[in-house]
């Protein structure tokens, strides 16, 4: 069953426009408004009170459909949450502004797009567009691949949490709840990311993926997107940053090592289940 609500997933992420009408989150920040306003609750708690009852409360719901209907009733469940635990927003369309700007090479309109949609700033125009690389590989890994990774592996109360705690990093008003959301989330990183990073080696330059990762591959503290960028920009082969059309292709070629990256996890699943 989980293949098969893979599958659905890619046809409702690039034929229709469901998943923003699932992915609401309204409910969810009202909640983390309520938790952060009690001032003497623990942030402990407060994450628990945010992201480990939904998680137990999922756990349940499926531990009652499971056994019903040989499973299927728990299918549009499992769907439910993973089109919800993907990441926000179209990366492609956010870029699109910035994109038209640089392969103007206007400069000024580049960092003032960059800042608007996609939260970026930079000193100068290579450090600008290394953080729109960054951007492009960190959007599709956290919206796309962990969550596939997570679910492939232990099924969608891991996703959830992984959502839940992505949501708190990112909204939470209060600094320690923030930061106990992200040591949290950098675990739940740890390992896909490390999964992508090879497939990127598998799927681009081999050899280059090895010298700039391997020395980083089993560090705890490298964060996430350090290795990510560091993995996809050597598997891409790309050259130093320049401004212009040739800029403009080095994200269309660290899009297509997505894509293919994202082929190659499917083959893997596909794969696995027939050998079970």
């Not at 699932?22 to 994450?47: F, H, K, M, V």
């Not at 209060?174 to 490390?194: I, K, M, S």
């Not at 212009?244 to 090592?257: A, M, Y």
Request: hydrophobic share 55%; with cysteine; net charge negative.
């Amino acid at each position: 069953m989980n293949f098969l609500v893979l599958l659905l997933v890619l046809w409702v992420e690039k034929f229709s426009a469901g998943r923003r009408r699932i992915q609401r989150d309204g409910l969810w920040l009202r909640q983390l408004a309520r938790a952060e306003a009690r001032a003497d609750a623990s942030p402990w708690l407060q994450l628990a009170l945010l992201v480990l009852l939904p998680v137990l409360l999922l756990g349940g719901l499926l531990l009652v459909l499971e056994p019903l209907a040989y499973g299927w009733l728990a299918l549009p469940v499992h769907l439910l949450v993973v089109i919800y635990c993907l990441g926000r927003g179209d990366v492609l369309a956010a870029l699109g502004p910035f994109r038209d700007a640089w392969r103007r090479g206007d400069d000024q309109a580049a960092l003032h797009v960059a800042e608007r949609d996609l939260g970026l700033e930079a000193d100068g125009e290579a450090e600008l567009l290394l953080r729109v690389q960054g951007y492009e590989l960190w959007q599709a890994y956290q919206g796309f691949f962990a969550v596939i990774f997570w679910y492939a592996l232990l099924g969608p109360l891991v996703p959830l949490a992984y959502r839940l705690l992505a949501l708190t990093s990112e909204h939470a008003a209060t600094a320690p709840l923030a930061e106990r959301a992200a040591q949290l989330r950098h675990g739940l990183d740890w390992l896909p990311v490390r999964v992508l990073a090879a497939s990127f080696a598998l799927v681009g330059n081999f050899a280059a993926v090895s010298r700039a990762v391997l020395h980083d591959l089993l560090g705890w503290d490298i964060p996430a997107t350090q290795l990510l960028v560091n993995a996809g920009r050597a598997a891409s082969e790309l050259p130093e940053p320049q401004v212009g059309e040739p800029g403009v292709s080095s994200l269309d070629e660290l899009w297509q090592l997505l894509v293919r990256s994202a082929v190659l996890w499917y083959a893997a699943f596909a794969v696995w289940i027939l050998l079970l």
